[in-house]
């Protein structure tokens, strides 16, 4: 059985097979970008270990079970080392061929590290402000902060993927609880909101007279769902309960008393906080003399490390990131008549394994095809020669 099943994994059939389901996987992707949009669709068919696939969508749920990206390139990682245990001889002649190999294998392992492992966030900062965090414009979370006497905040940040209609959550003097949770939302005021709209309604804070109502994701690259909960306040020791309307559309937190204590609460963009503090001094947008032709984008900054102690000055352009603690700061973008500035942030513990790959691969080839040249010059040196 053993050898039987060492067979099947290094055999070429299953290579075939598996690149055959990859291209499967890549055409059902593409097309469920239209209802799903990029990013979903990354993470439910590329980044998954089974995709489920909406063949019908619009119409009726008929979803079938595909092999994910994740499961796929776990499969090629095995038939590769399976093959090469099986049938490679270790050979000076096969070196090429072996080096090729590996850089493929580090490849896979690569984009599954980066796919399991990876981050990205953005942090915009208007130029004099410092920031310590970064936010996921694609997730949400419930923030639930506890005000002390002298001003210190305590965050407690329920992830969206704990937001579910029911969900009860403790805390010192009360319980929170979910009502109704919209993944994407309208919200208007009661009095022109028509049929469709959930009929709960929040009994306190900035929501009251205002009714929500379900919407299909966001797909398009440049717009945002407006995640909206209905959340009930419940004090322990049977006080009256109050019911909240939270958004990320809605500005600012609500505040509340509970316990004895001072909290507020808000729906927000997933936060990254950071044990350093980047404050922007100067941010540049230069142009082509003449015409509003971007030529560069510059943020001057300064990084503030209190546990390292480090204070110094970077600048951040185009091509140029920063590298810091694991992560990397790309120059991406900017708003508000050039006094803000946005940057990516990257956090990718293998990020040099694709250019090492790469240089594997372009070494192993270079490798083969010399040895080939090498070969067909001595046979014509040899049938000249006769």
């Not at 399991?116 to 902060?145: D, H």
């Not at 919209?182 to 007279?209: C, Q, Y």
Request: one cysteine or more; aromatic letters at 10%.
């Amino acid at each position: 059985m053993l050898r039987s099943a060492g067979r099947f994994l290094s055999s070429l059939r299953l290579t075939v097979t598996l690149l055959g389901l990859s291209m499967v996987l890549i055409f059902v992707g593409t097309v469920s970008q239209v209802s799903l949009g990029i990013h979903e669709v990354v993470e439910l068919y590329f980044r998954s270990w089974i995709a489920w696939w909406d063949v019908m969508p619009g119409e009726k749920v008929f979803k079938i079970p595909l092999p994910g990206g994740g499961l796929i390139g776990c499969l090629l990682i095995v038939n590769l080392l399976a093959a090469h245990g099986t049938r490679f001889k270790l050979r000076w002649s096969k070196a090429g061929i072996m080096l090729i190999h590996a850089g493929i294998l580090l490849m896979l392992i690569g984009e599954l590290g980066t796919g399991f492992l990876g981050k990205e966030a953005q942090m915009t900062v208007n130029e004099g402000q410092s920031m310590n965090y970064s936010t996921f414009p694609r997730e949400v979370e419930l923030a639930v902060i506890e005000v002390s006497g002298d001003g210190m905040e305590t965050v407690h940040a329920i992830p969206q993927s704990r937001l579910k209609d029911g969900a009860a959550f403790p805390f010192p003097g009360f319980t929170l609880r979910i009502d109704r949770h919209f993944e994407n939302s309208e919200i208007l005021e009661e009095k022109v909101a028509g049929e469709g709209f959930d009929p709960v309604r929040a009994t306190t804070g900035a929501g009251i007279g205002y009714a929500v109502r379900t919407k299909p994701r966001e797909t398009a690259m440049d717009r945002r769902d407006l995640a909206t909960s209905f959340v009930s306040v419940l004090p322990d020791g049977g006080a009256p309960p109050g019911r909240w309307l939270l958004s990320n559309a809605l500005a600012g937190a609500q505040s509340f008393e509970a316990g004895g204590k001072s909290w507020k609460m808000a729906i927000r963009p997933a936060r990254l906080y950071h044990p350093f503090t980047i404050k922007l001094l100067d941010f540049s947008h230069d142009r082509y003399l003449g015409t509003n032709v971007p030529k560069n984008f510059s943020s001057k900054i300064r990084l503030l490390n209190p546990t390292t102690g480090e204070d110094r000055e970077d600048l951040i352009y185009m091509n140029h990131p920063l590298r810091y603690q694991g992560l990397t700061f790309y120059q991406s973008g900017f708003a508000n008549d050039d006094t803000t500035t946005i940057f990516q942030v990257v956090k990718n513990p293998v990020w040099t394994l694709p250019y090492i790959s790469c240089a594997m691969v372009s070494a192993g080839l270079l490798w083969v095809f010399s040895a080939h040249l090498l070969k067909a010059v001595a046979r014509r040196k040899t049938v000249t020669a006769s």
